[in-house]
């Protein structure tokens, strides 16, 4: 079974989980620009036919690219190694699988957002969120009495 959060503790998260959601969407935002760059040119030599490359700002480019990639990648993976998902990167949106009524929900966040407010199903993602109720707030214990 994954790891679960009661509401207290995914809250406590935020901060971080949102430090490391910034530096993943930054490094993204870099890697694809630079793509777009090295698309551009590949564009234009083929336009043309071929042209004089600078060939050590081409290389030095693509391993800009394959850097900021790499730290997108490592950054999500640090979020997903913490037990949360990243729904959508651009976008901001994290779940914290917790345990509600003895089975999996997900306590649902959206970067902008000052703390976690809703959850939803796991099937019905971020369209089917549902504002909390009391009983996010007792433990695990509590909830099944």
Request: hydrophobic share 40%; glycine share 12%; aromatic share 4%.
């Amino acid at each position: 079974m994954s790891k679960t959060f009661t509401l207290g503790e995914a809250q406590t998260m935020l901060r971080v989980l949102e430090a490391l959601l910034r530096k993943a969407q930054g490094a993204g935002l870099r890697a694809g620009e630079l793509e777009m760059g090295m698309q551009q040119l590949s564009y234009r030599i083929h336009l043309s036919g071929g042209m004089n490359v600078n060939v050590t700002a081409a290389a030095r480019r693509r391993a800009e690219r394959d850097k900021a990639a790499q730290e997108t990648a490592d950054t999500l993976g640090e979020i997903e190694a913490i037990g949360v998902q990243v729904q959508d990167l651009e976008e901001g949106l994290l779940d914290f699988p917790c345990v509600k009524d003895g089975k999996t929900v997900m306590l649902c966040w959206k970067l902008g957002e000052d703390s976690i407010t809703h959850w939803h199903e796991p099937e019905d993602g971020f369209a089917g969120r549902k504002p909390l109720d009391a009983g996010f707030g007792k433990p695990e214990r509590e909830q099944l009495n």
